[in-house]
């Protein structure tokens, strides 16, 4: 299973992509879920603008070096869990 991910250059926030992603395993008391809906806002540039001073880059690690995942808020399901 493959998931698509947002991505952004970290020294060009206006530069995107969206790339497709294998989600890592399942550990006991961890949960998957599918996004139905996020929002982007001026709180997301901030996210990106202090991504390394704040440490937000390590959170959601990319594969490529100087592309970033900027948290979000929205809405998800949960699809998967295990307990």
Same mark, same amino acid.
């Given at each position: 299973?493959?998931?698509?991910?947002?991505? /952004?250059?970290?020294?060009? *926030? %206006?530069?995107?992509?969206?790339?497709?992603?294998?989600?890592?395993? =399942? @550990?006991? &008391?961890?949960?998957?879920?599918?996004?139905?809906?996020?929002?982007?806002?001026?709180?997301? /540039?901030?996210?990106?603008? *202090? %991504?390394?001073?704040?440490?937000?880059?390590?959170?959601?690690?990319? =594969? @490529?070096? &100087?592309?970033?995942?900027?948290?979000?808020?929205?809405?998800?399901?949960?699809?998967?869990?295990?307990?």
């Amino acid at each position: 299973m493959v998931a698509p991910v947002l991505e /952004v250059r970290r020294d060009d *926030l %206006g530069t995107a992509r969206v790339v497709d992603d294998e989600p890592a395993r =399942l @550990e006991d &008391g961890q949960a998957r879920f599918a996004v139905e809906r996020f929002g982007l806002t001026a709180n997301n /540039v901030t996210y990106g603008l *202090l %991504g390394d001073d704040l440490r937000y880059w390590t959170f959601f690690p990319t =594969l @490529e070096e &100087g592309w970033g995942r900027v948290p979000a808020w929205g809405f998800a399901a949960a699809i998967e869990s295990r307990s």
